[in-house]
């Protein structure tokens, strides 16, 4: 199958700062990527649809610009969540998708704790 | 509002048992339904249903879709320790571009 590399696996930052997570697709160029955040013992939240080229679209109640999103080529694409909080830290993971294909594959994830 | 809901929530059953896994939705535009597994990291692929009634089968591991119940199940028989996991089913709908709404997720434990 398909290779989706997320990275870093794990972060750990201070509250106010900035945390970029970069999903890359290895093998294959990918023009939709979807975020998600899960929770301990939770199912996978989506939190927003980037395509290549445009702007996100991003799912009821996740905020834009706390968690801003860049699909600027066709095998790459970045989460960044801005002016972290305690409340941030969750597992975040990325997924990606080929164009006709209803199959996604998913990075890594990244698990990101503010303290 | 779309929604799709697994059952049990978790699980804990014996090595050699076989377990049933739920997946129920109700989504506007349904497209197909997936099964994944989910260790400690990234979600593995299973299995991808978009016909009713026909059962795809890997190894010890079956799945099928019924579209008039709105409904899958993931069948696993003679469990090993290696299957505990969580087990998420997930609908991918028309005219959304593909996304994934993911189930609430059972968590299944296999005690030697």
């Known amino acids: 199958g398909a290779v989706v590399s997320q990275h870093p696996s794990r972060v750990i930052c201070k509250s106010g700062t900035s945390v970029k997570i970069e999903c890359r697709s290895l093998d294959f160029q990918a023009t939709t990527m979807f975020w998600y955040r899960q929770f301990p013992k939770q199912s996978l939240m989506l939190m927003a649809t980037?395509?290549?080229?445009?702007?996100?679209?991003?799912e009821q109640g996740v905020e834009k610009d706390k968690f801003l999103i860049n699909h600027a080529s066709l095998t790459l694409s970045t989460l960044t969540v801005t002016s972290a909080h305690p409340e941030d830290s969750s597992f975040y993971i990325c997924?990606?998708?080929?164009?006709?294909?209803?199959?996604?594959?998913f990075g890594q994830g990244t698990r990101l704790t503010v303290v | 509002e779309d929604k799709v809901v697994q059952s049990p929530l978790s699980l804990v059953v014996h090595e050699g048992d076989t377990v049933t896994l739920n997946c129920s939705y109700e989504v506007t535009n349904f497209r197909s339904l997936l099964w994944y597994k989910q260790e400690k990291k990234a979600p593995t692929f299973l299995f991808m249903l978009?016909?009713?009634?026909i059962e795809k089968k890997s190894g010890r591991l079956s799945s099928i879709l019924d579209k008039k119940e709105l409904s899958s199940i993931l069948n696993i028989t003679a469990t090993q320790t290696g299957d505990s996991a969580i087990y998420l089913c997930?609908?991918?709908?028309?005219?959304?571009?593909?996304?994934?709404?993911f189930g609430t997720g059972t968590s299944l434990t296999v005690i030697p």
């Open positions: 980037s395509n290549e080229g445009s702007k996100a679209t991003y």
């Open positions: 997924s990606a998708r080929l164009w006709g294909n209803t199959e996604a594959f």
């Open positions: 978009t016909s009713s009634g």
């Open positions: 997930a609908v991918v709908r028309h005219f959304t571009g593909n996304q994934f709404y």
